[in-house]
Nanobody
Framework: VQLQASGGGLVQAGGSLRLSCAAS????????MGWFRQAPGKEREFVAA????????DYADSVKGRFTVFRENAKDTAYLEMNSLKPEDTAVYYC???????????????????WGQGTLVTVSS
C-alpha cells in the first residue's frame, strides 16, 4: 500500500482547507486511516482517524469541533476537512494507514504501518 496526501497550502486564520489521502495498491476492508501533524520543533501528534469499516472516528481535543475526518471507500481515500484554522494548526500533516488497529490505539502513531509523504499547512495570523 502507498499513500498520496494532498491539499495543503497557505490559508489565513479562520479559513478552511481540505486534505486528502489516497491509498493505492492492494487493500482489504478493515483498515484505519489516521492523520498526524508535526509542527517545527515539536513531536508528531495525533489529529484524527477513521476506520474504513464502520466509520468509527477519533479526534484530538485540540481539533474537535473544527476538523472532520471522512472517507470515500470506493476510492480508498480519506479526507480531513479543516475549518476555523488557527496559526497553531501550522504543521506538516501526515496520513497513515494500518490494519487491525483497535479503537483505543487509533491515536498511536506506532499502530500505523504505512505513512504518506506529508503536506504542509500554514495558517497565517
Amino acid at each position: 500500500v502507498q499513500l498520496q496526501a494532498s491539499g495543503g497550502g497557505l490559508v489565513q486564520a479562520g479559513g478552511s482547507l481540505r486534505l486528502s489521502c489516497a491509498a493505492s495498491g492492494r487493500t482489504f476492508r478493515s483498515y484505519t486511516m489516521g492523520w498526524f501533524r508535526q509542527a517545527p520543533g515539536k513531536e508528531r501528534e495525533f489529529v484524527a482517524a477513521i476506520r474504513r469499516s464502520g466509520g468509527n472516528t477519533d479526534y484530538a481535543d485540540s481539533v474537535k469541533g473544527r476538523f472532520t475526518v471522512f472517507r470515500e471507500n470506493a476510492k480508498d481515500t480519506a479526507y480531513l476537512e479543516m475549518n476555523s484554522l488557527k496559526p497553531e494548526d501550522t504543521a506538516v500533516y501526515y496520513c497513515a494507514f494500518g490494519y487491525g488497529i483497535i479503537l483505543s490505539a487509533m491515536r498511536m502513531s506506532r499502530a500505523y504501518e504505512v505513512w504518506g509523504q506529508g503536506t504542509l499547512v500554514t495558517v497565517s495570523s
